[in-house]
């Protein structure tokens, strides 16, 4: 079986959110070479495989097998591998199949390392995420095997193939603020205090307000507003209370407590509650660590091009595998038609990420 044969595979192999649609057991006898851990939990499958050569490093390859349902706008049956004009449609095939078959059949043809070569593959990354990554890394930490180089092959790739890897990500800080005012009559303004009119002269300076300038890898941390409500549906009474809900993707230079601060100076002789979640926190590699410059030399052997490093978009559970402080960094496909109908990547791209990985393989000391 060549890349593009388990690609096809693995994209045959309806794996909805917490499923995982048998490929687990596949690859369990696929990599026959190497030792097999099912760490399940809660209904979520996970697997993490192992092959030790020497006493060096551990690298390991991470990703997750489920994907986001179909939904409608098809033109092809989303859970076959339908090829068009050099292209494979089919769910999941740029999030994250095309990853996880690239590094996979470039472990399973290694046949000379230094170290430990290994994957982390989880069926959870695409829901909750309380019972995938997080569970198996705390497994490998309890069994002394927690890898020192990550790769994650989301898609990262911008407009060509090989232009981007991702060197970190930014945090995420979900807020609720709360107004609070006095209900009344609408004809009578004097004897209501209107949340809506109270921030009304403000609220310009907190929409898109840039909490931080950015630095070299990350962007400035910007507050999105995503809902704002009042009232109860009616004309004629003014809202006892306002509810606004933001988003902060930050950077290592702003935190809750900073986004604290810059509410309250909005907030000046109004009646307010702010809520505060941090669902994700910001981390970075640095671009001399090993793990990036073996990927940016493969990359550059294998596309002639030298990736720029990022770290923009959502989340992944890199994030997780940051909190333990390991190097890690994400490379895949072109990212364009992730979650959408029709979502496809090339065959090009496949055969290239798996020769990417399997230069890596060959220039990691």
Not at 37 to 51: M, Q, S, T, W
Not at 189 to 201: G, W, Y
Request: net charge negative; glycine share 8%.
């Amino acid at each position: 079986m060549n890349v593009i044969e388990l690609f096809k595979h693995l994209l045959e192999s309806p794996s909805v959110t917490p499923e995982d649609g048998g490929i687990f057991e596949f690859l369990s006898e696929y990599l026959n070479d190497f030792e097999i851990l099912r760490i399940d939990r809660e209904g979520v499958k996970n697997l993490f495989a192992y092959r030790r050569f020497g006493e060096g490093k551990h690298l390991c390859f991470a990703g997750h097998v489920d994907v986001v349902p179909a939904g409608e706008g098809w033109n092809t049956n989303p859970f076959v591998a339908t090829e068009i004009e050099g292209y494979i449609y089919a769910r999941g095939a740029q999030d994250m199949k095309s990853g996880v078959a690239a590094f996979t059949q470039a472990l399973k043809e290694a046949d000379d390392f230094n170290g430990t070569l290994s994957i982390l593959l989880t069926s959870d990354e695409e829901g909750p995420a309380k019972y995938g990554t997080v569970e198996v890394l705390a497994y490998l930490k309890e069994h002394n095997l927690l890898p020192d180089a990550v790769v994650v092959a989301e898609p990262t790739c911008e407009e060509r193939f090989g232009d981007a890897i991702k060197v970190g990500r930014r945090g995420s800080i979900n807020g609720v603020l709360e107004i609070i005012g006095k209900q009344g009559h609408a004809a009578y303004p004097e004897k209501a205090i209107n949340p809506v009119h109270q921030i009304a002269p403000v609220l310009s300076n907190i929409a898109g307000a840039f909490l931080d300038d950015g630095d070299e890898y990350f962007a400035p941390s910007q507050i999105v507003i995503t809902d704002i409500r009042a009232g109860i549906e009616t004309t004629n009474v003014s809202p006892g209370k306002l509810k606004m809900m933001f988003n902060v993707r930050n950077s290592t230079r702003t935190d809750e407590a900073k986004i604290g601060v810059f509410i309250a100076s909005q907030m000046e002789g109004m009646e307010y509650t702010l809520t505060l979640d941090q669902s994700a926190h910001p981390f970075v590699t640095d671009a001399d660590t090993t793990i990036v410059k073996a990927l940016s030399e493969a990359i550059g052997s294998v596309c002639a091009i030298t990736p720029k490093n990022s770290t923009a978009g959502g989340t992944s559970d890199a994030r997780f595998i940051a909190a333990y402080g390991i190097d890690v960094i994400e490379f895949g496909v072109i990212n364009d038609t992730i979650h959408a109908p029709n979502e496809r990547t090339s065959i090009a791209e496949v055969e290239n990420l798996y020769a990417v990985f399997t230069k890596l393989i060959h220039n990691f000391r």
